[in-house]
C-alpha cells in the first residue's frame, strides 16, 4: 500500500482532534485520487511537485479549524513531514497550500465572486491540484450528509436529507459555473460526479463508510 505512513499520521490525527468520518482517511485517500487523476492537466510538473500536491490534498483537514487550532495542527505537519526527510522548501510548500485552499475562506475573500487566489510561485499547480481535488470529493453525497449529522446530532433523516440537497443546490453544484472548478478534466469527472449526486437524492441513498479511520 502507497503512503502507509501518512495515512497513518491522518488517522492519528483523527483521533487526537476528533475528526469524524466526512473528513477523516476516506476523504483524505480520496482527494489523493483525485489528485493522481488530473495530472494530466499540468504534464511539465516535477516529481517533487507531484508529491507536494499529494501531500497536500492528503493533510489539508488535518488543519482544518472546523476541527482544530489550525495553527497548532499544520505545526503538528510541518514536524512529521521534516521528521520524514522532507526539505524545509517543500515542507513551508505543504504547510502553505493546507492553509489557504479553504473553499470557505477562498469564497469569502473573492471579488464580486471572483476567486482571488494566493501567490504560491513555483507550487501554484500543486495548489490548484490540491484544491481541486477536495472540490472532487465534495460530491460525495454521503460525505455531506455525515458531516451534518455531526454537527446536528439527533437530526432526522428527512431533516438531513433537506439540508444536503440545499447545500449541494446553492453551492457544489455551481463549483463549476461560479469558476471554482476550471481544469477540463476536473469538469468531465464534476459532470459524472453530480449525476451520481443527484442520483442519490432521488434515490435517498448513498455509499460512504460512517467509519471515522
Known sequence: MEYVELFSFIEKCCEIYGIDASHGIQHSKGCVEWVQQLFCEEPDMCADEKKVAIYAAALHDMCD????????????????????????????AV?????SMSYSSLKKAAVRGIPIYPDLGKWQKAYHLARHADLLDAYRV????LYTQHIYPGISDDECWRIVEELFNVR????????WIAYPKAIVLSQDLERDARRSFLEKRFE??????
Open 95 to 99: 504547510i502553505q497550500i493546507v492553509t
Open 142 to 145: 454521503g460525505r455531506c450528509f
Open 65 to 92: 479549524k472546523k476541527y482544530t487550532n489550525p495553527v497548532e495542527a499544520s505545526e503538528r505537519i510541518r514536524s512529521w513531514l521534516l521528521e520524514q526527510g522532507w526539505s524545509q522548501d517543500m515542507t513551508d
Open 172 to 179: 457544489i453544484f455551481r463549483y463549476v459555473q461560479d469558476g
Open 208 to 213: 460512504y463508510s460512517q467509519e471515522k479511520n
